[in-house]
C-alpha cells in the first residue's frame, strides 16, 4: 500500500472541509483509495489526512499540480508538509 499523510493548519476548518469534501471525485480519479482526516487534539485548526493511494507517483503529480496548489489557496491551507510512505507492516490487536 501507498500512503499520503499531510499535516498542514487552516484557516477555517469548515472551509476547508467544504472544499475537500467537494473534491472527492477528482481525487478519486487520481488515484486517492481512502482516507482519514484528523485534528491535532491542542490546535483544531493543525489538520492531519492520511490517505491511501494506487501510488506515489499518482499522489505526487496530484498534490503537486498547479490545480491542487490553486485549491489549497482557496481551502486556507497553510504551508503543508507532505510525507509519502510505503507500508512496511500492519496488523490489528
Same mark, same amino acid.
Given at each position: 500500500?501507498?500512503?499520503?499523510? $499531510?499535516?498542514?493548519?487552516? +484557516?477555517?476548518?469548515?472551509?476547508?472541509?467544504?472544499?475537500?469534501?467537494? /473534491? #472527492?471525485?477528482?481525487?478519486?480519479?487520481?488515484?486517492? $483509495? #481512502?482516507?482519514?482526516?484528523? *485534528?491535532?487534539?491542542?490546535?483544531? *485548526?493543525?489538520?492531519?489526512? %492520511? #490517505?491511501?493511494?494506487?501510488? $506515489?507517483?499518482? /499522489? @505526487?503529480? %496530484?498534490?503537486?499540480?498547479? *490545480?491542487?496548489?490553486? $485549491?489549497? @489557496?482557496?481551502?486556507?491551507?497553510? /504551508?503543508?508538509? %507532505?510525507?509519502?510512505?510505503? +507500508?512496511?507492516?500492519?496488523?490489528?490487536?
Amino acid at each position: 500500500m501507498k500512503h499520503v499523510l $499531510i499535516i498542514h493548519e487552516v +484557516e477555517d476548518y469548515l472551509t476547508w472541509k467544504e472544499i475537500f469534501d467537494n /473534491a #472527492s471525485i477528482i481525487r478519486k480519479e487520481a488515484g486517492e $483509495i #481512502s482516507y482519514q482526516v484528523l *485534528k491535532q487534539v491542542n490546535n483544531p *485548526k493543525m489538520i492531519v489526512h %492520511f #490517505s491511501v493511494w494506487t501510488s $506515489i507517483e499518482d /499522489a @505526487k503529480n %496530484f498534490f503537486e499540480s498547479p *490545480k491542487l496548489v490553486q $485549491i489549497r @489557496k482557496e481551502a486556507g491551507v497553510k /504551508a503543508p508538509n %507532505f510525507i509519502y510512505l510505503d +507500508e512496511l507492516e500492519a496488523g490489528i490487536l
